[in-house]
C-alpha cells in the first residue's frame, strides 16, 4: 500500500463528528491564511465582496505586488 493510498483509507474513515471535533480544536479562524491561486481580475471582485480581510496580492515568484 502507497502512503498516498492510506491517506486516502483514513480519510475516508472519519466521521463528520471527528472532523468537527478537530476542527474546534486547532482551527483559529481569526488567525487563518487562505492561498488563493488564479487570475485576480476574475476572482478579486467576488472576493473582495467576502469582506475575509486584508487582500495581498503575489507575483509568479511569490513577492508582493504593490498597489
Known amino acids: 500500500m502507497t502512503e498516498l ?8 474513515r472519519i466521521t463528520l ?7 474546534r480544536k486547532y482551527a483559529v479562524p481569526g488567525k487563518a ?7 485576480y481580475s476574475k476572482i478579486g471582485p ?3 465582496e ?3 480581510g486584508e ?3 503575489l507575483d509568479t515568484e511569490g513577492k508582493p505586488v504593490r498597489k
Open 50 to 52: 467576502l469582506n475575509l
Open 5 to 12: 493510498q492510506r491517506v486516502m483509507d483514513e480519510t475516508t
Open 33 to 39: 491564511t487562505l492561498l488563493l491561486v488564479g487570475d
Open 17 to 23: 463528528s471527528a472532523a468537527k471535533q478537530a476542527a
Open 55 to 57: 487582500i495581498t496580492i
Open 46 to 48: 467576488g472576493l473582495r
